[in-house]
């Protein structure tokens, strides 16, 4: 099978930079995202690489279901091809997340959407950070120890220097805890996207995830309005651009179905949690509730995407025994007419290594074979090139399966 300038682009990445070094392993029991996730500093690649390379030349790739046409590779809007590979806050396992090197790196590495986690500061700019508590993951309690607070967000109580403190001249001089990086605005991440585009030749995905609506707006900001506005200045505000705009609540993304003609994406939480706003109004539906074939009906009218938690598609954890069987979670999610995109999938952490062997290709090779239609990822190399080989293998057994069908 002759395959398209997209995919040969997927297969052959000419502007792709390989990192010097291999992922770092990770210890923890979750796959929750970890804010302060180490920077990789291992050992020389050689070696590993090369029992990689051997582990990955003896996978058998598991295409979608025979006959399953719902879930053949096929191209998403902004000319990407599924599975979309998503950075995580960039590359985290290379660089320290949600700075300019972590998003640049994870667009060489040829990932397809770059993802900017955004909270307000006090003069009503938003910013990239994973959390309003800044001191986090920067020197804001060192910079302003006099606007250290005690503060309840979405019922968790944190201390520290929180965005809606600080003026963005303010934030502008904090520094990342992990290396010399200031703090970026959505502005500067949207210049960065289009300078990378330009560079690569190619389109930029942008995925940005509103944290903590319900909590600004009783502080009196409006993160949705700040966030298409700057989408309508940039031309990102229609139907064709490579956009997606995710949250963990829900009244904020119904609010962005009558603003935005992007696409809108419903993050899933622990099962047996609810989402802020829902706790916000008193009410009690849960995420596990959101996750079965009446709740996915329901999102989708008025989001194209969910965002669940691995365990929802392979309910697997630490204390698991044996691989368990896949759920129904994509099946439902497409027959509800939604895109599917779990989270996050990071090289050598405890499960990768207790259940697929180290290799993060056999994980790739099951959430693949299930149809997954994107992926959220710290280490966006790794997911590329298995995608390439994926796409390759799949694609041609699809063409061979059609040339038999239409003979009949």
């Known amino acids: 099978m002759a395959l398209t300038s997209c995919q040969t682009a997927l297969i052959h990445p000419s502007n792709a930079q390989m990192p010097a070094k291999k992922p770092a392993t990770v210890t923890s029991e979750s796959n929750w995202p970890e804010n302060s996730q180490p920077v990789a500093t291992v050992p020389t690649v050689t070696k590993i690489q090369t029992q990689a390379a051997k582990k990955s030349s003896t996978l058998k790739i598991r295409c979608p279901q025979e006959g399953d046409t719902l879930l053949a590779p096929?191209?998403?809007r902004g000319r990407f091809y599924r599975p979309l590979i998503v950075g995580?806050?960039?590359?985290?396992?290379?660089?320290?997340?949600?700075t300019a090197k972590s998003y640049r790196?994870?667009?060489?590495?040829?990932?397809?959407?770059?993802?900017?986690?955004?909270?307000?500061?006090?003069?009503?700019?938003l910013i990239v950070r994973h959390e309003n508590n800044l001191s986090e993951t920067t020197n804001a309690s060192q910079v302003y120890p006099n606007l250290i607070k005690t503060k309840i967000i979405d019922g968790v109580t944190e201390t520290g220097v929180f965005s809606e403190d600080l003026t963005l001249t303010q934030i502008k001089k904090l520094r990342c805890n992990k290396g010399p990086y200031h703090v970026l605005t959505f502005e500067d991440y949207l210049r960065l996207a289009r300078e990378e585009s330009r560079k690569l030749h190619r389109p930029v995905g942008l995925i940005p995830e509103i944290k903590d609506s319900t909590?600004?707006?009783?502080?009196g900001f409006d993160p949705e309005m700040a966030l298409v506005r700057l989408l309508n200045e940039y031309h990102y505000n229609n139907y064709f651009a490579p956009v997606i705009i995710?949250?963990?609540?829900?009244?904020?993304?119904?609010?962005?179905?009558?603003?935005?003609?992007d696409q809108l994406m419903q993050i899933l939480g622990p099962p047996n949690e609810s989402p802020a706003d829902v706790v916000a109004s008193g009410g009690t539906l849960t995420y596990g509730e959101m996750a079965t074939p009446k709740g996915l009906r329901s999102i989708a009218q008025y989001a194209a995407w969910v965002a669940p938690e691995k365990n929802y598609i392979i309910p697997l954890t630490l204390k698991s025994k044996t691989m368990p069987p896949a759920t129904n979670f994509v099946y439902e999610a497409h027959i509800a007419g939604l895109e599917v995109m779990p989270w996050t999938f990071r090289a050598n952490d405890a499960l990768v290594r207790k259940f697929y062997g180290g290799n993060e290709d056999n994980e790739y090779n099951r959430f693949f074979a299930l149809g997954i239609d994107g992926?959220?990822?710290d280490y966006p190399d790794l997911a590329v090139k298995f995608r390439a080989r994926y796409l390759a293998k799949c694609n041609d057994v699809h063409a061979k399966r059609s040339v038999s069908t239409d003979r009949r």
């Open 74 to 76: 096929k191209p998403l």
């Open 88 to 98: 995580h806050q960039g590359a985290p396992g290379y660089a320290p997340e949600e």
């Open 105 to 125: 790196l994870a667009l060489q590495m040829g990932a397809d959407y770059i993802e900017p986690d955004l909270v307000m500061s006090k003069d009503g700019v």
């Open 215 to 219: 909590y600004f707006h009783k502080l």
């Open 246 to 261: 995710q949250s963990t609540e829900v009244s904020d993304l119904k609010r962005l179905h009558n603003m935005v003609r």
């Open 375 to 377: 992926l959220f990822t």
